[in-house]
């Protein structure tokens, strides 16, 4: 199967700072990549599809300033919470697929935690 | 509306007995359908998708699941259950309308197989 990345897999901040979070395809190119949230024992909430070149959709209710999106590569996507705050705590997973009738890979999931 | 559910939040079963994890789904057109895997504080692992053809599709580690286009289910099924197959379980279809093709998910289910 197709292998997917993220950096870093978890990270504390403090409030007030901005983080990035990396996704990276290693064995394919992914014309789009998902960025998704998860909060404690429950389904995936899709947050914005991202599709290389161009820019983002956001989900109904993501707040696209403070959840940046770029999509710069066949390889990299990255997330970056702007000004996080504790609510903004959460696991954020992303997933990669070639194509738009490809199977969907997911990432390992990055772990945020802000104080 | 597209949509899927998972009736039960956790399935408990003995190891070495047959295991099933229920899906129905809701959607226009055909769907394609997957279900994936997610051990604690790790993403989601692909299992199997059904596109089309064969009804019964056998994916990794044993799992397979049947498509059954009447009842719109797509139960995940092993014949003989692991220890190791504890995990969070998530059904997906795939949306057909638009050209984003992002997934829909299940509200997930746990699955506690027993020694």
């Known amino acids: 199967g197709a292998v997917v990345s993220q950096h870093p897999s978890w990270v504390i901040c403090k409030s007030g700072t901005s983080v990035k979070i990396e996704c990276r395809s290693l064995?394919?190119?992914?014309?789009?990549m998902f960025w998704y949230r998860q909060f404690p024992k429950q389904s995936l909430m899709l947050m914005a599809t991202s599709n290389e070149g161009s820019k983002a959709t956001y989900e109904q209710g993501v707040e696209k300033d403070k959840f940046l999106i770029n999509h710069a590569s066949l390889t990299l996507s990255t997330l970056t919470v702007t000004s996080a705050h504790p609510e903004d705590s959460s696991f954020y997973i992303c997933?990669?697929?070639?194509?738009?009738?490809?199977?969907?890979?997911f990432g390992p999931g990055t772990r945020l935690l802000v104080l | 509306a597209q949509s899927v559910a998972q009736p039960e939040d956790q399935v408990n079963v003995a190891e070495g007995n047959p295991l099933t994890v229920k899906c129905t789904y809701s959607?226009?057109?055909?769907?394609?359908l997957f279900w994936y895997v997610q051990y604690p504080n790790r993403g989601l692992q692909f299992l199997l998708k059904y596109i089309t053809g064969d009804n019964l599709v056998k994916g990794s580690y044993g799992f397979e699941a049947e498509f059954n286009k009447s009842q719109t289910s797509f139960h995940l099924k092993k014949p003989s259950a692991l220890v190791s197959d504890s995990a969070l379980y998530f059904c997906a279809v795939r949306a057909v309308s638009g050209n984003t093709g992002k997934l829909i998910f299940g509200q997930g289910t746990t699955l506690q197989v027993k020694p």
């Open positions: 997933s990669a697929r070639r194509g738009p009738r490809e199977t969907q890979y």
């Open positions: 959607v226009s057109g055909n769907p394609y």
């Open positions: 064995d394919f190119q992914a014309t789009t």
